[in-house]
């Protein structure tokens, strides 16, 4: 059994509009990832007043939990549904009464409904709660013996392991030793023939051992001087005519012995060891402690034969670092996998996080984006990612590239270029992305559209992802002089022209006619473009490609400039060069290739875009320095935002602007993108 789907109406942030809050679940680890804000927690909150918890924590219902609509009306009722799916043959007799059939399949609805029933949270009954089952919460209320069968374990976020390790009523180690049938197990004890040796009393049971030691204690010289002492020197000299007061130093255990039992396990704690024949080093953190808790809660639920074995578990990250973080991803998913041991069932896991470092280690398919008040699984069928996008995706989705799933907006790029220079270009026209709540990812020239693919729906009338996402693409067409500058052939009748194998192209490829190359390359543009749907959107280079046009729109002095500190990057860092230097010589060469290019723009540009192809120089060094170079103009006076939006390339700017703009709502229900 698991569950399946949980449906939400009136519930914090969550309204009762169409479409319905509704988020799916899978039988394994389900991670619940998005900004902060987003319903992450109101999801985890709405499954513990529905199931309740292990722990049997009072979830208390607060007057700001019922939704205020934007009118600014609060809702009078709550409604939080529900639905497991997967019940085995001694579940479905458990909960027979309580069943719906869906077809072949049969389920199990727990209908949670709130109605407030005055303004004041303190009075005594100002909110009435029923928990019933069936689809449409018509059926039987479902009573304490059942909803405890359902009660799922709990790990809130900062949470102290610690505390929930040690001794005490209740305990959580408790719970977890209770549920191993060899805890029972072994001899009572019989005072008349008291053990003679460890071994014999290795096979006494728990309580059978503390029966064993309430007999040594009893007879201890200590013990008995002091127990006669309170009898004969206190006790019967406080005592009244006709009474026999008495004491007796013992353990406070009495009762049946199952309570005898739990009594014992509840002063049991557990403590982290260096090593298995080692001491408690007393001086473990918060993180290990927190990967103990959970090692526990997970035995506890697995080693259980019956009831919901569910973990739900608020940033699990929390204390971890990163190394940490994915070896806990990988015990998770394995903890929710079929085990080879029968006495071990799969439990199912549902985990919020805003870690990427996590999120990057769990399959794709097996997260649930939340985003304006709406789920988005990321299941198969769910996007537009094919089977093989899903496959490349798991291999080069890393940590830098997960930062997507917790972005108000992204800008996708193909190049250590773009993602260093981006962030500088956008805070100097006035859009800082940081601000904007904007993430770079760069897909190191692979993949950029199966990254864009993650956030289009497949069925937009469930919803779509108002995360505007620009593609950056190149045009990877060269000017026709570039190949010679270049030194890619030597002149046009060079064979290399004809080379099959030729990766590059120019633009004279593209028809004989200047009107002929236009509509050449306004086609390779709209293929380029063909997957934008929704609110993701190529933009592609003005030209060619993300160098040549920064100097093509303007900035080439600068560019070079860029080119020569990252081509002296190694003697500046060790001070045989100053910047001055090189930047002074930097500009002859400079002016001596404006005198070369006789005012032809295509042959400037490609004589300082070879300083990159030559290798002379580094894509993204160059970058850096750029970066620095036009921060550094701003911060001295010599240029503003005015000027360098008259010198960026069009593309750049309209990606900037686009993911920087959040996109207009779309229709109540419409699902489609504004």
């Known amino acids: 059994m698991y569950l399946s789907q949980l449906k939400i109406k009136n519930f914090r942030q969550f309204g009762a509009d169409d479409p319905v809050f509704s988020v799916q679940f899978n039988e394994g680890v389900t991670a619940l990832v998005g900004e902060n804000d987003a319903g992450k927690t109101a999801v985890i909150d709405a499954i513990r007043h529905v199931l309740m918890t292990r722990d049997m924590e009072f979830t208390r219902l607060q ?5 205020i609509h934007a009118d600014g009306q609060q809702a009078t009722e709550i409604t939080i549904c529900c639905k497991l799916s997967g019940l085995t043959t001694p579940e479905k007799g458990a909960f027979a009464e309580y069943l719906t059939y869906e077809g072949a399949d049969v389920v199990l609805y727990a209908h949670w409904f709130a109605r407030r029933l005055s303004e004041m949270p303190c009075s005594r009954r100002w909110v009435d709660i029923a928990v019933r089952s069936g689809p449409d919460g ?51 004890f019989d005072k008349t023939v ?13 309580s059978g051992l503390s029966d064993y030691l309430r007999h040594l204690v009893d007879q201890h010289d200590g013990v008995g001087s002091a127990q006669k002492a309170i009898n004969t020197d206190y006790l019967a000299r406080l005592s009244l005519s006709g009474e026999n007061l008495h004491g007796r130093i013992s353990f406070a255990e009495g009762g049946s012995e199952a309570a005898r039992l739990r009594q014992i396990l509840e002063r049991l704690e557990l403590d982290l060891m260096e090593g298995p024949d080692g001491k408690s080093r007393g001086n473990y953190g918060l ?4 990967l103990l808790f959970m090692a526990c809660e997970l035995l506890l639920l697995g080693k259980e034969p019956d009831g919901l074995p569910l973990l739900l578990i608020e940033e699990p990250e929390a204390h971890l670092h990163p190394q940490r973080q994915l070896r806990l991803m990988e015990f998770l998913e394995a903890a929710a996998q079929p085990a080879t041991d029968p006495t071990r069932r799969p439990v199912q896991v549902i985990v919020t996080s805003h870690s990427p470092n996590l999120t990057s280690k769990i399959p794709l398919k097996n997260l649930v984006l939340l985003h304006q008040q709406q789920a988005f699984s990321l299941a198969e069928g769910e996007t537009h990612l094919s089977e093989g996008d899903y496959r490349f995706l798991q291999r080069f989705l890393d940590v830098t590239k997960a930062n997507l799933f917790f972005a108000r907006g992204l800008i996708v790029v193909e190049g250590d270029g773009e993602s260093i220079l981006l962030p500088t270009l956008a805070r100097l026209l006035g859009r800082d992305l940081t601000e904007h709540g904007v993430s770079t990812v760069n897909v190191g020239g692979t993949g950029l559209r199966r990254y864009a693919r993650i956030l289009q729906r497949k069925d937009i009338t469930k919803g779509v992802l108002a995360i505007p996402t620009a593609c950056l693409a190149d045009m990877d067409v060269m000017p026709d002089c570039a190949p010679v500058i270049l030194g890619l052939v030597t002149n046009d009748t060079d064979p290399k022209w004809a080379n099959p194998r030729r990766k590059w192209r120019v633009k004279k490829e593209f028809g ?15 293929k380029l473009v063909a997957g934008d749907a929704q609110n993701v959107k190529t933009f592609v280079a003005d030209e060619w490609t993300l160098e040549y046009d920064l100097a093509f729109a303007g900035l080439a002095e600068d560019v070079y400039i860029a ?79 005015a000027w360098l939006a008259a010198r960026l390339p069009s593309y750049i700017k309209d990606a900037i602007d686009f993911a920087t703009t959040p996109p207009a709502p779309a229709a109540v229900g419409s699902g489609a993108p504004a």
Not at 161 to 169: H, K, L, N, Q, T
Not at 287 to 290: F, L, M, T
Not at 512 to 526: E, P
């Open 63 to 67: 007057a700001e939990d019922f939704h």
């Open 138 to 188: 018509s059926g039987p209320a479902l009573d304490a013996t059942v909803r405890q069968l359902l009660a799922t374990a709990y790990l809130r976020p900062l949470r102290d392991a610690e505390r929930e390790m040690s001794p005490g009523r209740g305990s959580r180690l408790s719970q977890i030793l209770n549920n191993f049938p060899e805890i029972k197990k072994g001899m009572p």
């Open 194 to 206: 008291p053990p003679i040796d460890a071994a014999q009393a290795g096979q006494l049971s728990l």
């Open 287 to 290: 993180g290990s402690n927190n």
């Open 512 to 526: 004989a006619s200047t009107v002929d190359q236009l509509v050449g390359l306004d086609a390779k543009r709209t």
């Open 563 to 641: 080119a020569s500190f990252a081509a002296n990057d190694d003697p500046l860092n060790e001070a045989k060069k100053t910047q001055t230097e090189v930047e002074a010589d930097a500009k002859a060469a400079y002016a001596a290739l404006e005198v070369v290019a006789a005012s032809n723009r295509d042959v400037l540009c490609s004589h300082v875009y070879e300083m990159f192809s030559s290798k002379r120089s580094s894509k993204a060094i160059a970058a850096q320095y750029l970066a620095e170079r036009l921060s550094d103009k701003k911060a001295k006076g010599e240029i503003d935002g």
